[in-house]
């Protein structure tokens, strides 16, 4: 659950302790009576916030099937219809409405309109306070957008200020440009829905994959580059091999996902984007190591197709997921192998 600047605003599920109930989410500003029957409030300052639920599963139909009760346990409606019991939805029947031209994972998605940025900023500057110590620059905004609404010249040079930052950010859609630097080309970040102030690594993430969670809810490691440094490309073999002992340490759960060059999934005949912990198939090696290959022509053994995540025959990005991670994802002591090209 984060705000309007996708920072954190609660703690919430079996890593806090929190108990099964209903918790209200309420605006700052909201002076309302608490009902009773509320497990916990939780409140944010922007005007929109975005709840994205998740359920862990095993990568099988039993399982997908075994869930859905879980699921539909999970709901959220206004507090004038809250009575104190358990309402249940049947998600398995919500309406689907597809993702339109936007998510065909042909290209990279464009949420941002250079030429309208400067137009919707007064609205978002409404709908988001300032955090302490950004109130001068708010004010210095606000002075840009009234001198651009006197002067047509300083509207236009506006506007080419967001077309030329469009092109810089573009950068920051490839995960090796931005984070922290850890071994064998990986890299991560520290500050993931806590981002306060940091407006370069908000940014990186919101142009590359927003909403993430915060580093001790989920440490992210991403990569585009093999052991040697050359870019991913699946139209080659990798290898990715976990020593015995070695596997994410987590209390959650982790997971190895491939993407296209625009962050999409690969479409594939196995319908397999990614491997890990859900995965109860996976083929260990008789000292117990575990290694993931990646990419290449399907495999014709069973013990490697098992373990083997489709990639795009062009480049493609690895991205490593930690659940609820251990000290030694957090600290730095456990970082993900290298990925070596066959």
């Given at each position: 659950?984060?705000?309007?600047?996708?920072?954190?605003?609660?703690?919430?599920?079996?890593?806090?302790?929190?108990?099964?109930?209903?918790?209200?989410?309420?605006?700052?500003?909201?002076?309302?009576?608490?009902?009773?029957?509320?497990?916990?409030?939780?409140?944010?300052?922007?005007?929109?916030?975005?709840?994205?639920?998740?359920?862990f599963?095993?990568d099988?139909?039993?399982?997908?099937?075994?869930?859905?009760?879980?699921?539909?346990?999970?709901?959220?409606?206004?507090l004038?219809?809250?009575?104190?019991?358990?309402?249940?939805v049947?998600?398995?029947?919500?309406?689907?409405?597809?993702?339109?031209?936007?998510?065909?994972?042909?290209?990279?998605?464009?949420?941002?309109?250079?030429?309208?940025?400067?137009?919707?900023?007064?609205?978002?500057?409404?709908?988001?306070?300032?955090?302490?110590?950004?109130?001068?620059?708010?004010?210095?905004?606000?002075?840009?957008?009234?001198?651009?609404?006197?002067?047509?010249?300083?509207?236009?040079?506006?506007?080419?200020?967001?077309?030329?930052?469009?092109?810089?950010?573009?950068?920051?859609?490839?995960?090796?440009?931005?984070?922290?630097?850890?071994?064998?080309?990986?890299?991560?970040?520290?500050?993931?829905?806590?981002?306060?102030?940091?407006?370069?690594?908000?940014?990186?993430?919101?142009?590359?994959?927003?909403?993430?969670?915060?580093?001790?809810?989920?440490?992210?490691?991403?990569?585009?580059?093999?052991?040697?440094?050359?870019?991913?490309?699946?139209?080659?073999?990798?290898?990715?091999?976990?020593?015995?002992?070695?596997?994410?340490?987590?209390?959650?759960?982790?997971?190895?996902?491939?993407?296209?060059?625009?962050?999409?999934?690969?479409?594939?005949?196995?319908?397999?984007?990614?491997?890990?912990?859900?995965?109860?198939?996976?083929?260990?090696?008789?000292?117990?190591?575990?290694?993931?290959?990646?990419?290449?022509?399907?495999?014709?053994?069973?013990?490697?197709?098992?373990?083997w995540?489709?990639?795009?025959?062009?480049?493609?990005?690895?991205?490593?997921?930690?659940?609820?991670?251990?000290?030694?994802?957090?600290?730095?002591?456990w970082?993900?192998p290298?990925?070596?090209?066959?």
């Amino acid at each position: 659950m984060v705000d309007q600047r996708t920072d954190s605003f609660v703690e919430l599920g079996k890593m806090y302790g929190t108990a099964p109930g209903h918790y209200l989410l309420a605006p700052a500003s909201w002076d309302g009576e608490v009902p009773d029957g509320i497990a916990g409030v939780f409140r944010f300052d922007t005007r929109v916030g975005v709840v994205i639920p998740r359920v862990f599963l095993d990568d099988t139909d039993e399982d997908r099937a075994e869930v859905q009760a879980l699921v539909n346990q999970i709901s959220m409606y206004p507090l004038e219809e809250f009575d104190g019991t358990l309402k249940v939805v049947d998600w398995a029947a919500a309406p689907s409405f597809g993702g339109g031209s936007s998510s065909t994972g042909d290209s990279e998605t464009q949420w941002v309109d250079p030429d309208a940025f400067f137009d919707a900023l007064p609205a978002v500057l409404d709908e988001v306070p300032p955090l302490p110590g950004e109130q001068g620059l708010y004010d210095w905004f606000r002075a840009l957008l009234e001198a651009a609404a006197r002067d047509e010249s300083v509207a236009d040079a506006l506007r080419q200020s967001a077309r030329d930052a469009d092109q810089v950010v573009a950068e920051l859609f490839e995960f090796r440009n931005y984070g922290l630097p850890v071994a064998d080309h990986w890299t991560t970040q520290r500050s993931g829905a806590r981002f306060g102030t940091d407006y370069l690594m908000r940014t990186a993430v919101g142009k590359s994959n927003i909403f993430v969670n915060t580093p001790n809810e989920t440490t992210y490691f991403y990569q585009d580059l093999d052991a040697e440094g050359q870019r991913l490309d699946g139209s080659r073999t990798y290898t990715v091999t976990f020593a015995a002992g070695s596997l994410p340490p987590v209390r959650g759960f982790w997971s190895l996902t491939v993407y296209n060059k625009h962050h999409f999934f690969h479409p594939n005949e196995l319908d397999r984007y990614s491997l890990g912990t859900k995965n109860q198939h996976l083929v260990l090696a008789d000292d117990g190591s575990l290694t993931l290959t990646v990419g290449g022509p399907r495999p014709t053994d069973e013990a490697t197709l098992a373990n083997w995540l489709p990639a795009p025959a062009d480049e493609f990005t690895l991205y490593l997921r930690a659940y609820w991670p251990d000290p030694a994802v957090l600290d730095g002591s456990w970082t993900p192998p290298a990925v070596l090209r066959d």
